[in-house]
């Protein structure tokens, strides 16, 4: 169990769900990405640096339309609290086959101060450099994108109490390895 002093917390941000595969809130979808998240904020701590724009400080987080995503979108001045990560979410044709497709973020900085400068760079984390490569022992991302296959013939179990038919894909085991993938989880040096 980790410590509350070092707690994770995943935040989705529907904006970018124009296709409404998430329906409103309370929708089986939702509740399903909300407990694979649950299962990372339960088990995973970390004391990553909040992202406060301001006096001089800005910043833009870049990542990938997750209703399209050969685009990107940048989010001019994102603030993220301490110890969160943010993640876009929406849902795109990827094809028969292909569940889903996620990345942590990317950024643009312009800082006036080093504590800002850190604090998007690497979120505070210690055991991140630049310039060489293979030599990270850590990983701190803002957040990133997950973009959800809503291709008609992928049809999906969003219902967490219930094991998928032999038809059908598990919603919940496809939001764990994907948010894994934000997490930096096989994206990441470290």
């Known amino acids: 169990m980790v ?16 296709g409404g595969f998430f329906g409103s809130a309370g929708a089986d979808q939702r509740l399903a990405l909300e407990e694979a998240a649950s299962f990372f904020e339960t088990n995973f701590g970390d004391d990553l640096d909040a992202i406060t724009p301001g006096d001089g400080n800005s910043w833009s987080a870049v990542f990938f339309d997750p209703t399209n995503s050969s685009s990107n979108i940048s989010v001019n001045n994102l603030s993220v609290a301490a110890d969160t ?12 086959t292909n569940l889903g497709l996620a990345a942590p973020g990317g950024y643009n900085v312009s800082a006036v101060t080093t ?38 013939a992928i049809d ?4 967490v109490f219930s094991e998928p038919a032999p038809t059908e894909y598990d919603f919940l085991s496809t939001a764990l390895h994907e948010i894994a993938h934000v997490f930096g989880f096989a994206t990441s040096e470290s």
């Open 3 to 18: 410590s509350s002093s070092q707690a994770l917390d995943i935040v989705f941000d529907y904006t970018y769900d124009s």
């Open 156 to 159: 999906l179990n969003f219902d």
């Open 115 to 152: 504590e800002f400068l850190t604090a998007v760079t690497t979120r505070g984390e210690t055991g991140m450099t630049s310039g060489t490569a293979d030599d990270d022992t850590d990983f701190g991302a803002w957040g990133g994108a997950i973009s959800f296959n809503d291709n008609a």
């Open 85 to 96: 990560m943010v993640i876009f979410v929406g849902s795109e044709d990827r094809g028969a």
